[in-house]
């Protein structure tokens, strides 16, 4: 199943870069909102989370999807950076400046 990229939103914030909308064509799925962060060593994708229900807590943001086996996430996730990399490549309008 290879996602691809629909959507880019810029943000900047911090590390934040902006926000990812992912299609799985395999399944007609579509994921809103993974957010891009880069700083100056690395970039990274993080899953769409929803922030802790008791603002209070110490607790961190929860994942909105998630897989049971780590290996599987880390190899959607590249599949997701790769295909956020095609897609900016076609974009030339959007820089990280």
Do not use: C
């Not at 399944?27 to 209070?56: C, Y």
């Not at 086996?69 to 309008?93: C, H, S, T, W």
């Amino acid at each position: 199943m290879k996602p691809k990229v629909i959507k880019f939103t810029q943000y900047h914030k911090n590390t934040l870069q902006g926000f990812v909308t992912v299609y799985l064509p395999e399944t007609g799925m579509v994921i809103p909102s993974f957010s891009l962060h880069q700083n100056d060593r690395s970039r990274w994708l993080e899953i769409p989370a929803k922030p802790p229900t008791n603002p209070e807590s110490n607790s961190n943001w929860q994942k909105i999807i998630y897989f049971l086996d780590d290996r599987d996430e880390e190899i959607f996730m590249n599949q997701v950076m790769q295909a956020l990399d095609e897609y900016l490549g076609k974009r030339p309008d959007i820089s990280f400046d």
